[in-house]
């Protein structure tokens, strides 16, 4: 399975979910490729830092990819993966597209804090043109991410969400905690930190799970 972790609204966490996923999919035994497709870079980082901690053992292979020939390469590398994660920036781009048309789930954090209503027309307007380009349609999932513990940004934002069924927002929110910058700081998922945070585990677990279908 394809993912592609994208929006057009930056600083919604996007190389969190991007990197924490592939490694909860390693996890479940699967060989996985992480490509970082956004121009920051963040993905890779990472994935240096990751390398310093763990000695070289990453768990999933890494691949930057960028602009149109994004979506042939995936399409070749396809068959030699359980499933692939595509980390692309907070902004319509060329990378980002190509992604969607290769992926087999469009997964959209939204954080509440940066939340503005305008980002809805635009993602609705690349949705509409990406899925009437496709063969089959592209399975979408938004969600809260560096959400608020509580508090009226996070009730705003879900309402908002709900009215608007292409997004296909489900109700499994991650929470803003210092567990995942101290983790990512590390090259390390929330997963592998220790002391573990455990509502954070739950929190990204629970959303994994249901996003991907897998059951633990």
């Not at 763990?54 to 691949?63: A, S």
């Not at 060329?94 to 290769?102: C, N, P």
């Not at 954080?111 to 949705?127: D, F, G, M």
């Not at 979408?140 to 009226?152: I, P």
């Amino acid at each position: 399975m394809i993912f592609t972790v994208g929006g057009i609204k930056g600083g919604t966490g996007k190389t969190t979910i991007s990197t924490n996923l592939s490694i909860w999919l390693s996890q479940q035994g699967a060989d996985v490729l992480l490509v970082d497709a956004d121009e920051q870079e963040s993905a890779s980082d990472f994935t240096a830092w990751r390398e310093e901690t763990k000695k070289g053992e990453l768990g999933y292979t890494l691949v930057q990819l960028n602009g149109s020939t994004l979506r042939r390469q995936v399409e070749q590398m396809r068959p030699k993966y359980d499933h692939i994660v595509i980390d692309t920036g907070g902004r319509d781009t060329t990378s980002q597209r190509a992604a969607l048309f290769v992926s087999d789930v469009y997964l959209i954090p939204f954080a509440p804090r940066s939340y503005e209503i305008w980002t809805l027309s635009k993602v609705q307007a690349l949705l509409s043109e990406i899925q009437e380009g496709r063969a089959t349609p592209l399975q979408v999932y938004s969600f809260l991410n560096k959400a608020d513990t509580r508090g009226q940004d996070n009730s705003e934002a879900m309402e908002v969400l709900r009215e608007n069924a292409e997004l296909n927002f489900i109700d499994f929110s991650v929470i803003n905690r210092k567990a995942f910058a101290t983790a990512a700081s590390k090259g390390l998922s929330v997963f592998e930190m220790t002391p573990a945070d455990e509502k954070a585990i739950h929190e990204v677990d629970v959303l994994f799970q249901n996003i991907t279908g897998i059951k633990k």
